[in-house]
């Protein structure tokens, strides 16, 4: 039984990713890499979640971000030590991990979730700082 229950939102996950243009077809609110930078150095960040791999997370990531894989967000989101209307920025590799990730903490009453422009990939492309 609990095999096939904590199995349930894994294949849920990976069955929503299917979906032609899934991550395309969000039209979430964004926050820049520079602002968030900002926020960052002046002590004043939303909470940092990093949803890639364990291997991608410890490579590099955003100063102050906690690692939350996508792929056991569904799992996790009740884990988080946060109130449910705090700010929080989502970011993956490109993008269609950290929409996976964002809709499960929707799902479990995240109000103020915003994903990453660029994620990643476009923050090092910037140059910013990396953890």
């Given at each position: 039984m609990f095999y096939r229950k904590s199995l349930k939102?894994?294949?849920?996950?990976?069955?929503?990713?299917?979906?032609?243009?899934?991550?395309?077809?969000?039209?979430?609110?964004?926050?820049?890499?520079?602002?968030?930078?900002?926020?960052?150095?002046?002590?004043?960040?939303?909470?940092?979640?990093?949803?890639?791999?364990?291997?991608?997370?410890?490579?590099?990531?955003?100063?102050?971000?906690?690692?939350?894989?996508?792929?056991?967000s569904y799992m996790r989101a009740d884990d988080l030590d946060l109130p449910k209307d705090q700010p929080i920025v989502v970011y993956c590799a490109h993008g269609p991990r950290a929409v996976v990730a964002k809709h499960a903490l929707e799902k479990n009453g995240f109000s103020n979730v915003v994903l990453l422009k660029g994620h990643m990939t476009g923050w090092k492309k910037s140059g910013l700082p990396v953890e």
């Open positions: 939102p894994y294949l849920i996950t990976l069955c929503i990713m299917q979906w032609p243009g899934y991550a395309c077809a969000d039209n979430s609110a964004e926050i820049n890499a520079d602002v968030l930078l900002e926020q960052i150095e002046a002590g004043n960040s939303p909470a940092i979640l990093d949803t890639r791999s364990g291997f991608e997370f410890k490579s590099s990531h955003v100063p102050g971000a906690q690692h939350f894989p996508f792929w056991m």
